[in-house]
């Protein structure tokens, strides 16, 4: 398709899914236009770890793993193309995640989760605490044992949404920053574009809502709300080589970077749009970060930072037509990052060709929720 022979197209959120998609679309041809209220990166996406892992969270089959699963499958060449694209590495790592038994109940869940995993036929692997130690020395001497996923890893987030938008760019995306929409506009039964904070009108053929925790104001109604859900981070500077791989318990999680720093997270917590770091959030995964790698006694604190994630009340995102005119790619929660290839593919296809290759009725906008979220925890 040549360039600028598609649909106009605008583009709600900067975030890692608004880019992701931006760019996807520009190099099919549409005419794409990202709308920004704040910087591009500055929400959520410059929050997360980066965690790449569809199994982690997964406690049976679901489509949101399936989705997750696929999602890592084109990972690494997405995340290879933006780099070329850009000049600017995500730093994508593959080398896997560790779950990590400090307790007689971290293993007990840890054997349930390897149980379903392996007859369902997914990568898990179980090992002793002398074969953890073995690949990652130095972590705590209670460890009891743990899973190993090898289909996983680490990215960059605030790198890899950078190069999003530079490779957006460079396919003939326009992106406005500082440029917030304060309502859709409406042509008799669609939505034709939207309205900007100073009375600037822009049409378009089609519009995607893809700001995050903020989307409910411009979504309308739908079955399924988003929701703000805060987590808390702490990053701390290291004084030893990167760790190889993602380490994680059901207290904390350890995501280390090549420049030496050490992020600790996180919290789940319905505080609606507060952003804050709390005392007792940093107590709390101060001190899981040290019961799981000692080797952090001698870290520098570095700073902390709380995110809101787009969370909804089955855990699963909002992909799709909401109305004529109007398509929905939000409420990732949790798997903003690991999600964004896949989205963009899927989101692509439905607005090119009217279809797509993975079923999105799970994710519909208007679904009934039939099961809750995971319990928030602080």
Not at 127 to 152: H, T
Not at 240 to 256: I, M, Q, S
Not at 275 to 287: D, S
Not at 317 to 342: C, F, K, Q
Request: glycine share 12%; hydrophobic share 45%.
């Amino acid at each position: 398709m040549a360039r600028d022979a598609g649909p106009k197209v605008l583009l709600i959120g900067g975030g890692i899914i608004g880019c992701s998609l931006a760019r996807e679309l520009a190099g099919a041809g549409c005419r794409v236009t990202l709308l920004e209220r704040d910087r591009v990166g500055s929400e959520a996406s410059s929050a997360a770890a980066g965690i790449l892992c569809a199994q982690l969270d997964a406690e049976s089959p679901s489509p949101l793993l399936e989705l997750g699963m696929e999602s890592f499958r084109l990972f690494a060449d997405f995340a290879a193309g933006v780099w070329k694209e850009s000049g600017i590495d995500p730093e994508m790592d593959p080398a896997g995640t560790l779950v990590l038994d400090l307790t007689r109940e971290d293993e007990a869940a840890s054997r349930r989760l390897l149980q379903w995993q392996q007859q369902a036929g997914l990568p898990v692997e179980r090992l002793s605490a002398k074969e953890i130690a073995g690949v990652e020395a130095g972590l705590s001497d209670n460890i009891l044992g743990g899973l190993f996923f090898p289909r996983s890893g680490r990215v960059n987030p605030v790198a890899l949404t950078r190069a999003l938008a530079v490779a957006a760019r460079g396919r003939g995306a326009e992106i406005r920053e500082g440029c917030p929409v304060v309502s859709l506009r409406e042509s008799g039964d669609r939505v034709a574009g939207v309205v900007l904070a100073g009375g600037e009108v822009l049409e378009a053929d089609l519009v995607v809502i893809a700001s995050g925790a903020w989307s409910s104001a411009l979504l309308g109604r739908v079955g399924v709300a988003v929701i703000p859900v805060r987590g808390q981070m702490l990053v701390f500077e290291a004084r030893r080589r990167p760790r190889r791989h993602v380490l994680v318990t059901p207290r904390a999680y350890l995501v280390f970077r090549r420049d030496g720093t050490v992020l600790a997270g996180s919290t789940l917590e319905r505080a609606g749009f507060q952003k804050a770091v709390t005392p007792k959030a940093v107590m709390k995964l101060t001190a899981s970060a040290l019961a799981l790698d000692p080797t952090l006694e001698g870290a520098d604190f570095a700073g902390s930072w709380s995110g809101l994630r787009p969370g909804t009340s089955d855990g699963l995102p909002l992909l799709g037509p909401v109305r004529p005119g109007l398509l929905a790619a939000t409420g990732h929660y949790r798997n903003g990052i690991l999600l964004a290839p896949v989205t963009a593919a899927l989101l692509a296809e439905w607005i090119l060709r009217g279809k797509t290759s993975h079923s999105l009725e799970p994710f519909s906008p208007h679904r009934q929720p039939s099961f809750p979220a995971a319990e928030e925890v602080s």
